[in-house]
């Protein structure tokens, strides 16, 4: 971090959400986009958006495939969202190689659509974020470029609240993931979805229940339904909170 | 008030047909004196909800300084039973605010007589008298939440209100979901990760306090699978150890007629009259860690990076004193987490190491009593280490201190204490290694009828099951290592992953069917990576049969050899969590009785559950399933030969070995088992 970064990272922001943890946090180093942009890491990346954050550089043909399909599959499942204020933003492990060019044609070929970022900087930058983002304080994890292909951020700047997920997963897990940092939705959208979540119960449940029973009645279990009576249990307990009354 | 209670009388109709109305359960409830009350979920919010103060940055360095032992331990208060309003039922009641479930199942024959209310919201905690109050979340407001006192017979049910807040800031998650860790409890009360609840819902989960294997074990299950110490706490996965650090976790303690919690004479030839009294004698220690900001606010920021803390907490107390008489006391210590592995040892005022005598073990009583003292012949036994999760009841003789001195317990690890030129309270003993004191204040007002037996009970028979075996099942709990694609045990570059996979709430990736037994193999195969998991198993407490070291390739893990190391003095009775260090594996029995649905094998390390390293399993009809996932969580049949789309699982090898085909290294296992060679040393009955 340059001089000039450090005035920026601690410098009060009006235009900060309250609950953010602010550039003092995340850092403000500046990254170049793979359409050759330049963007500072908190102002113009994290504050006030939802950003889904990887590392993968574009000579990796070992684990970053699956990946990147992966997140291709996700960018569809966040529809319109990406772009207006949920952004994801995969930044190079290898500033090295991966130049601005390199990453287009990645992009490209991977069918990034708008609000999906790839970005390169300086070799400090991006080891000060990742080190924020994703340190596991272990030296042979944290310095291997290959454990770094699999790890995925969610931070939502606006309630700092964050999210992980692992890549390559179902692609719809990670959407859930996602939603995590969303605000919470209002109660009554809650109790719909409750409601259908119960539905969906006694459907699996209308297959296994009776499997169950019958189970149970091939093993000569006999469920008891007298009266349930236990009053040497219960005198015993009412002794055990008396006593501690 | 009449009028209130007539109202809600009439609309009180059980809808679950058992014939339960809720007079009847007053009256019974009333006949046996337990207390009831009427609390709405309006009186228990009645109390102010604090607002959430923004976290503090940056990161601290160090919490405050604090004075050691100026605050007495504080002791949670007992849970007192309720009538629940609505009435709990069989089915969920999703229409008055119940959390979406499958039936309770047993819920008849285990009908809860007696029921509590339990409100999930936000509270404000001192620590320390000098550290002003921080921001928590707690079971009712308080941390540690409120212990709950049962009798094994007597099933009850708990109604977990998520009052947790709608907008809240920073770590943690407001949807709770609450495990009782490691009750005999039916899959939909178990607080599997994926069902949690959103604020304003309610979910009852019933715990029907009974001894495994009640349906085949006449009458209601084996007596010698009672356990007596367990906790509860958030399980809401991903977001576990931000809960757990927020406050959201407590005690729940099993009395039986053998561990009566009494030391009174005159109860019967079986009582072992250990320590007794709740709070009295019988102490919960609830030990954590945590960072605190100059302001005093606990201080964490994302689900993954809860710090590690530099204060040393015990039931919510930095550096607490206790008083105690010149008796014997039972102490109940309990690993609440996020991260930190304990080991514990006791000094007296002259820096002299007092022995620990360990009772229970995960909250089972030992065969015979275990004494902790550094000058152990036995290097597990120099000091009493303890895991995220586990818990050892512990006796501490107090008989022979000097009144007006202290003991201490010390942790192996400092902390940040912070005072200049703090004096070594005992020759020896450094301060930042103090994590309580205990006063002696003179003899107690009646004379200690309690007994520390030298058996405290025999171990459940095991023959008939170990023959029985359906297959030895395989966990290899790894982290990732670099250069490891292609290995078919470390297939993906996940960081902390199961078998290679990573918890997907929908897809079990085993099936076991209702009855059977298993032997387990659960492995940290590579030496090389740094991390402890302490693996926790739900549904049935297991036995240990073997610890092994694996003598691996450090890069590949391909095996060169394994070495017993037979089973340690703390494992010999039965556990619920076992911790595997790097290059270490354990090999244990399991039984799978009772109750169907869906159940979990994951690291309790808190941070390595957030990262997903979890794995559903089932208990099914049958049969059993024999590769690692049966089907993707796209419902795809995993038949072991590719995957079905770029975005899912990668290809498995079987992890399931039928004993047979073990290779030769493991035909040294020390199973009772007949035709198995090398089997002299029998598993004790």
């Known amino acids: 971090m340059n001089r000039r970064d450090f005035f920026t990272c601690h410098v009060a922001d009006k235009s900060r959400p309250a609950a953010s943890l602010g550039p003092g946090y995340y850092s403000n180093g500046l990254f170049t986009t793979h359409e050759n942009k330049k963007v500072r890491f908190y102002d113009d990346l994290i504050k006030g958006k939802i950003s889904i954050i990887n590392f993968m550089f574009t000579s990796c043909d070992k684990y970053c495939p699956r990946s990147i399909v992966c997140l291709t599959k996700l960018q569809d499942l966040l529809g319109d969202h990406l772009g207006r204020d949920m952004f994801m933003y995969s930044f190079s492990l290898k500033p090295d190689e991966d130049t601005p060019a390199q990453l287009a044609a990645y992009a490209k070929s991977n069918g990034a659509r708008p609000g999906w970022l790839f970005l390169t900087g300086s070799e400090y930058d991006l080891t000060s974020i990742r080190f924020k983002l994703f340190r596991l304080d272990d030296p042979l994890m944290d310095f291997s470029l290959d454990v770094h292909a699999s790890m995925l951020r969610i931070i939502n700047d606006n309630n700092s609240h964050w999210a992980s997920w692992v890549l390559p997963d179902p692609p719809r897990l990670i959407r859930e993931a996602v939603s995590w940092v969303e605000p919470t939705k209002p109660f009554k959208v809650r109790v719909r979805e409750n409601a259908e979540l119960q539905a969906q119960i006694d459907r699996e449940s209308a297959i296994t229940a009776p499997k169950w029973a019958q189970f149970k009645r091939a093993c000569g279990w006999t469920e008891r339904t007298a009266k349930y009576e236990n009053p040497a249990g219960m005198k015993k307990l009412q002794a055990l909170l008396q006593a501690r009354a | ?685």
């Open chain 2, 1 to 685: 008030m009449a009028t209130t209670k007539e109202k809600k009388r009439k609309s009180n109709k059980p809808p679950d047909g058992s014939g339960w109305s809720r007079r009847t359960m007053l009256k019974a409830s009333a006949a046996a004196g337990v207390v009831t009350m009427l609390t709405s979920r309006k009186s228990l919010l009645a109390q102010s909800i604090p607002t959430q103060p923004p976290d503090c940055t940056p990161q601290p360095t160090n919490s405050p300084a604090t004075t050691p032992f100026v605050q007495a331990l504080p002791i949670p208060p007992s849970a007192t039973p309720t009538i629940l309003n609505p009435f709990p039922t069989l089915q969920a009641d999703t229409a008055l605010g119940e959390a979406a479930r499958a039936n309770h199942q047993d819920w008849t024959q285990f009908f809860p007589l007696v029921q509590y209310s339990i409100s999930v919201q936000p509270c404000m905690h001192q620590f320390h008298p000098q550290i002003p109050s921080t921001y928590c979340w707690g079971y009712n407001g308080i941390y540690p939440g409120p212990t709950f006192l049962n009798v094994y017979g007597v099933p009850i049910v708990v109604r977990f209100y998520n009052n947790l807040p709608v907008d809240n800031i920073g770590f943690g998650d407001n949807n709770h979901t609450t495990h009782m860790h490691n009750g005999h409890t039916a899959s939909e009360s178990d607080g599997f990760a994926g069902d949690y609840w959103s604020p304003g819902l309610f979910k009852d989960h019933h715990y029907p306090n009974v001894y495994a294997g009640f349906n085949s074990i006449p009458p209601l299950g084996d007596p010698l699978e009672a356990q007596h110490t367990y906790w509860y706490h958030d399980h809401r996965h991903s977001f576990t150890a931000g809960n757990n650090y927020r406050g959201i976790n407590g005690m729940y303690l099993m009395y039986d007629d053998v561990d009566t919690g009494s030391e009174a004479a005159g109860q019967g030839p079986q009582a072992l009259c250990l320590p007794g009294g709740y709070g009295v004698y019988d102490i919960p220690l609830n030990f954590t860690d945590k960072l605190f900001c100059a302001d005093g606010q606990m201080y964490a920021t994302a689900p993954d990076t809860i710090p590690a803390g530099d204060k040393f907490i015990v039931n919510g107390a930095i550096q607490p004193y206790f008083n105690v008489f010149t008796r014997k006391y039972r102490f109940r210590f309990l690993n609440s987490g996020p991260a930190r592995i304990w080991t514990f040892n006791l000094y007296d005022n002259n820096g002299n190491a007092q022995p620990m005598t360990v009772v229970t073990t995960d909250g089972n009583l030992l065969p015979s009593p275990v004494e902790i003292i550094p000058s152990s012949s036995q290097p597990t036994l120099q000091g009493l280490t303890v895991y995220v999760s586990q818990r050892y009841d512990v006796i501490i003789d107090f008989t022979n201190a000097i009144p007006g001195t202290s003991w201490y317990l010390t942790n192996v690890a400092a902390q940040f204490v912070g005072n200049a030129a703090e004096p070594e309270p005992a020759p020896g003993v450094n301060i930042d290694n103090v994590v309580m004191a205990f006063n002696v204040t003179g003899p107690p007002p009646s004379p200690d009828l309690s007994q520390v037996p030298a058996v405290l009970t025999t171990l459940p028979n095991i023959t008939t099951p170990l023959a029985n075996l359906f297959a030895t099942r395989i966990w290899n709990f790894n982290d990732f290592v670099a250069g490891a694609e292609g290995d078919p045990a470390s297939p993906t570059t996940k960081v902390f992953n199961i078998n290679g996979l990573t918890f997907d709430p929908n897809r079990p990736d085993a099936l076991i069917q209702q009855g059977s037994s298993e032997t387990w193999l659960i492995r940290n195969r590579f030496p090389g990576t740094g991390w402890t998991h302490p693996v926790h198993i739900h549904l049935e407490e297991g036995r240990v049969l073997d610890r092994r070291n694996i003598n691996a390739n450090p890069t590949t893990g391909a095996l060169i050899s394994i070495n017993s190391e037979g089973v340690p003095p703390l494992e010999q009775g039965r556990r619920d969590v076992y911790p595997i260090v790097p290059g270490d594996e354990v090999l244990i029995f399991l039984q799978f009785r009772d109750w169907f649905g869906k159940y979990m094998i994951h690291c309790h390390n808190l941070g390595h559950e957030d990262n997903l390293m979890l794995t559903r399993w089932d208990v099914t009809t049958g049969p059993s399933s024999t590769v690692t996932s049966p089907t993707y969580s796209d419902g795809t049949p995993n038949t072991g030969n590719g995957e079905p789309n770029a975005g899912a699982q990668p290809n498995l090898t079987p992890a399931i070995t039928l004993l047979s085909q073990l290779p030769a290294s493991y035909e040294t296992t020390k199973l009772n088992r007949p035709g198995v060679k090398g089997s002299k040393k029998g598993v004790k009955a």
